[in-house]
């Protein structure tokens, strides 16, 4: 799968406007993976981390909070 403009858009939009990045302000990065929704539509499934020690070892990508880059693991 593939990141398409409305998936980054939709990571973004969570990762940096989102309630619960008040729970993790020391974190630089949101850690994620692409799967099929019930609707047949690729959705998105992750968390904040931190870039020097990621904590979700299977997370296939990567979106930098200050930069607003997307990296692939």
Known sequence: MQLSNRIKNKVADWALNSLYRMNVQTADCYAFNLYYNDKGK???DGGWDWTNDII??????????????????
């Open 56 to 73: 979700d070892k299977k997370a296939e990508f990567l979106f930098i909070l200050k930069t607003k880059e997307f990296i692939t693991l």
């Open 42 to 44: 690729i959705d998105f």
